[in-house]
């Protein structure tokens, strides 16, 4: 194995991408199959997950994946969960909480439901989870390798922007501030804690805007990169985590949105 292949490797880990069988997830789960991690993808659709299991297995990567049911919309859903995963493995050396919900209206119609909805998965269930799968985590860490955790937060998180999706912006930046506290409270465990802050990509929360490549490159002209992202580009960013390469680093919140977290109308002098 040359030096950069062995600083940027996965091989042997196993891994659990929530909310793996679209968009973000899909795109960090594909990266760690093809690396060399054994990935559980767990959704709501648990036949989505074993398609898109059997999908990613036909790469011909280094790694597995198996697809299975997982709901962390409850606290009965997350024990399920937790319990089909324990049944599976009895370490942890990747959780990526990608599971996520969004709700848009106008202000004045926002409902007062989609607060509880959307902070439920976008969250609590973070925290849960996460919490629930300590003890895999602490059998797969170390301090030559610690065990990983990534989260997703948002632009929509750092950044404030609305777009009508008020509950959805507010939960991601509570991602990011619970991202930060974990961080913390999991160093001396060996656990990395860090956080994606992804801006547009193609994926089923953002198809009414990026479904299409004539609207992909319109979203992408408001980007100072000018496009979206692209599968490689969440790739990249969870080689980079989840590998030796990633090792010292936590409380990280990793901006993957073409420049849009340090994006500003402001000009002092320039006309």
Same mark, same amino acid.
Request: proline content about 4%; overall charge neutral; hydrophobic content about 45%.
């Given at each position: ?5 062995? =600083? ?8 659990? *991408? ?62 399920? =969960? ?7 493995? @009895? ?31 976008? *969250? ?9 799968? =300590? ?39 509570? *991602?990011?501030?619970?991202? +930060? ?7 001396? +465990? ?24 004539? @609207? ?24 980079? =985590? ?20 340090? @994006? ?8």
């Amino acid at each position: 194995m040359s030096y950069l292949d062995e =600083l940027f490797s996965v091989a042997g880990k196993t891994a659990l *991408v929530t909310g793996a069988a679209t968009g973000i997830g899909r795109m960090a789960a594909t990266a760690l199959v093809r690396a060399g991690a054994t990935v559980m993808i767990a959704s709501r659709k648990g036949e989505d997950c074993v398609r898109v299991a059997g999908e990613l297995n036909g790469l011909g990567g280094a790694g597995r994946a198996e697809g299975f049911a997982g709901d962390v919309s409850s606290e009965a859903g997350i024990a399920a =969960l937790v319990d089909e995963v324990k049944a599976r493995t @009895q370490r942890l050396n990747i959780l990526v909480n990608n599971a996520g919900v969004s709700w848009g209206a106008p202000l004045e119609s926002f409902p007062y439901h989609a607060w509880a909805k959307v902070f439920g998965v976008n *969250v609590t269930a973070v925290f849960h989870l996460t919490r629930e799968l =300590l003890p895999l985590l602490d059998a797969a860490a170390s301090d030559a390798d610690p065990a990983r955790v990534v989260n997703l937060g948002s632009v929509m998180g750092t950044q404030p922007l609305a777009d009508d999706a008020y509950s959805y912006s507010a939960s991601k930046a509570a *991602v990011h501030h619970l991202t +930060r506290t974990l961080a913390i409270e999991f160093a001396a +465990r060996r656990i990395t804690v860090n956080a994606f802050a992804p801006g547009p990509f193609q994926s089923r929360m953002t198809a009414f805007a990026t479904a299409t490549e004539d @609207q992909a490159k319109h979203i992408g002209g408001h980007v100072p990169l000018r496009r979206i992202g692209a599968p490689d580009d969440i790739a990249g960013a969870t080689l980079y =985590l989840c590998s030796r390469a990633g090792s010292y680093i936590t409380g990280a919140i990793l901006p993957i949105d073409g420049g849009q977290s340090v @994006q500003h109308g402001l000009t002092l002098f320039k006309e």
